[in-house]
């Protein structure tokens, strides 16, 4: 199968494998197969190809995919008693899960321990502290190319999840890449369509072949977070925490669409920064949750959080005043505790550095004519 030459892009891919799985009845259970990776019939036998890969019997830890065509992948890993990482599902709680087996497990155990509830059920997690080294990746696929391309179902958690590990230091350019699909969605695919943050593939499994592509061109070096949305900052609890970490490495974090500001001496107005230019005492937003109360702490492995306070609000002042200085200055906080009525506001970072860089970035900070006190919130305590 062949996608469209003229115009095609990577969603015209998608639609073609999707739509052509279905009206040839090669899509397996979840159906229907649009907007996800496709299970397939064949799908397990394609997999029993993995364990003959080189790359697999020298691999000590192996990072699959939890979607339906890997699950019997997973099995294979168990069985051949090595570590088994899975993704949590959309990053919502974490990075990996480390499936582990009741001791004396069956084969009927393992093959249940490698479905999505027994990754559930029979996991711990691993945070970003770890030292977790993968050898090898397994990762589902729309559509491959003979030549390493790959085109996922277009949320992009496979290459965030793979950027995380180089990210974290458990993978890098020489770890290999392998995918477990369908003969049909082996298809040719424009190199002009991939982007730097997309992952290339160093082998393909099919139910009829074993392609061994020879990909020479470089894996993403980690997270390009120009590309992550803030919604994503949101909603992934370990990625604020691993931008925090970046950032504190004097790396830069500015996100897709986020403008950062600095406020120049003398001036209550906050300026735009000239392109590429960054304040050295001001952290980026760490998230894009600024509750009024509440809120979530940081991502698991994270640093111990730090609070900052904020005094002498004006009486007038309202929390979406803070919130726009705030976000104004790019010291946006994990979480805002207002207390309104005590003219004073908390905000969570999520650690003592962090927060002395926002401490930084606000002293001289006025709202109307009051210019704020700023301190840890622990300095102020004893105080």
Same mark, same amino acid.
């Given at each position: 199968? +062949?996608?469209?030459?003229?115009?095609?892009?990577?969603?015209?891919?998608?639609?073609?494998?999707?739509?052509?799985?279905?009206?040839?009845?090669?899509?397996?259970?979840?159906?229907?197969?649009?907007?996800?990776?496709?299970?397939?019939?064949?799908?397990?036998?394609?997999?029993?190809?993995?364990?003959?890969? @080189?790359?697999?019997?020298?691999?000590?830890?192996?990072?699959?995919?939890?979607?339906?065509p890997q699950k019997n992948a997973r099995f294979f890993v168990l069985e051949s008693k090595k570590t088994l990482l899975v993704p949590t599902p959309r990053l919502r709680t974490g990075l990996f899960n480390k499936i582990t087996p009741p001791p004396g497990a069956t084969k009927d155990i393992?093959?249940?321990? !490698?479905?999505? @509830?027994?990754?559930?059920?029979?996991?711990?997690?691993?945070?970003?502290?770890?030292?977790?080294?993968?050898?090898?990746?397994?990762?589902?696929?729309?559509?491959?190319?003979?030549?390493?391309?790959?085109?996922?179902?277009? +949320?992009?958690? !496979?290459?965030?999840?793979?950027?995380?590990?180089?990210?974290?230091?458990?993978?890098?350019?020489?770890?290999?890449?392998?995918?477990?699909?369908?003969?049909?969605?082996?298809?040719?695919?424009? +190199?002009?369509?991939?982007?730097?943050?997309?992952?290339?593939?160093?082998?393909?499994?099919?139910?009829?072949?074993?392609?061994?592509?020879?990909?020479?061109?470089?894996?993403?070096?980690?997270?390009?977070?120009?590309?992550?949305?803030? +919604?994503?900052?949101?909603?992934?609890?370990?990625?604020?925490?691993?931008?925090?970490?970046?950032?504190?490495?004097?790396?830069?974090?500015?996100?897709?669409?986020?403008?950062?500001?600095?406020?120049?001496?003398?001036?209550?107005?906050?300026?735009? =920064?000239? !392109?590429?230019?960054?304040?050295p005492d001001t952290p980026g937003p760490e998230a894009n949750s600024m509750e009024a109360a509440g809120g979530s702490p940081p991502g698991e492995g994270a640093p111990l959080a730090a609070d900052v306070y904020v005094g002498n609000l004006p009486r007038d002042a309202r929390v979406s005043?803070?919130?726009?200085?705030?976000?104004?200055?790019?010291?946006?906080?994990?979480?805002?505790?207002?207390?309104?009525?005590?003219?004073?506001?908390?905000?969570?970072?999520?650690?003592?550095?962090?927060?002395?860089?926002?401490?930084?970035?606000?002293?001289?900070?006025? =709202?109307?004519?009051?210019? =704020?006190?700023?301190?840890?919130?622990?300095?102020?305590?004893?105080?």
């Open positions: 199968m +062949e996608p469209r030459a003229v115009g095609v892009s990577k969603q015209d891919i998608r639609e073609q494998i999707w739509d052509h799985m279905e009206s040839q009845n090669l899509a397996d259970f979840p159906r229907p197969v649009h907007h996800r990776i496709p299970n397939f019939k064949g799908a397990s036998h394609a997999a029993e190809q993995l364990p003959r890969l @080189q790359a697999f019997k020298t691999a000590r830890t192996i990072k699959v995919n939890p979607d339906a393992l093959r249940k321990c !490698a479905t999505s @509830q027994g990754v559930r059920n029979c996991s711990v997690p691993i945070g970003l502290d770890s030292r977790v080294l993968v050898d090898l990746v397994v990762v589902g696929s729309v559509a491959v190319s003979e030549k390493g391309w790959r085109i996922g179902k277009g +949320e992009g958690y !496979a290459d965030l999840e793979y950027a995380m590990t180089v990210s974290m230091g458990a993978a890098s350019n020489e770890t290999p890449v392998v995918t477990i699909v369908h003969d049909c969605q082996v298809v040719d695919i424009p +190199e002009e369509l991939l982007e730097e943050h997309d992952i290339t593939v160093d082998y393909i499994l099919t139910p009829t072949r074993v392609i061994a592509t020879g990909c020479k061109r470089p894996q993403p070096m980690g997270i390009t977070w120009s590309k992550i949305s803030w +919604e994503m900052i949101e909603k992934i609890p370990v990625l604020r925490s691993l931008r925090a970490r970046e950032q504190q490495a004097g790396k830069d974090v500015t996100l897709q669409g986020e403008h950062q500001y600095l406020l120049e001496p003398g001036r209550q107005q906050a300026v735009p =920064l000239s !392109a590429g230019r960054r304040p005043d803070l919130k726009r200085a705030l976000r104004e200055l790019g010291s946006v906080p994990l979480r805002l505790t207002w207390q309104g009525p005590q003219r004073r506001a908390f905000l969570r970072y999520p650690d003592s550095a962090a927060a002395q860089q926002a401490i930084s970035c606000l002293q001289g900070l006025r =709202l109307g004519t009051d210019t =704020l006190r700023v301190a840890l919130a622990r300095q102020q305590r004893d105080k």
